[in-house]
């Protein structure tokens, strides 16, 4: 008996799901059509499903795309924005509310 786990590919995280799956259906698929799509690259990568040769280079890029995302500071969205937003909406749906006549009916 042999204790050697199954040999994982570059940037593999997960076991290699059978060719069935649902999952690697749609993101083998995605790839297929979309090479470029970072979805369907980190998730052909995490799972193995990629060639040796293909998982390498995939998974440099997304290292490097990982390492700018830092660097850049990663989140596109400031905090104030987002809740500026909600009381904006907030105020919309208190007038709402304020306009609309209740008759019970009775």
């Not at 799972?47 to 990982?66: C, F, H, N, Q, T």
């Not at 104030?80 to 904006?88: D, F, L, N």
Request: with cysteine; glycine share 6%; net charge positive.
């Amino acid at each position: 008996m042999s204790d050697a786990a199954p040999k994982q590919k570059i940037g593999q995280k997960h076991p290699t799901p059978t060719p069935g799956n649902g999952d690697r259906v749609f993101y083998e698929t995605l790839y297929n059509q979309r090479p470029d799509s970072e979805m369907a690259q980190e998730w052909c990568v995490s799972y193995g499903v990629l060639s040796e040769e293909d998982a390498a280079k995939i998974y440099k890029k997304i290292l490097k795309r990982k390492a700018a995302a830092k660097s850049v500071g990663g989140s596109s969205s400031s905090p104030v924005k987002s809740e500026k937003k909600k009381s904006a909406s907030k105020k919309k749906a208190k007038k709402v509310m304020d306009d609309v006549e209740f008759d019970a009916g009775m």
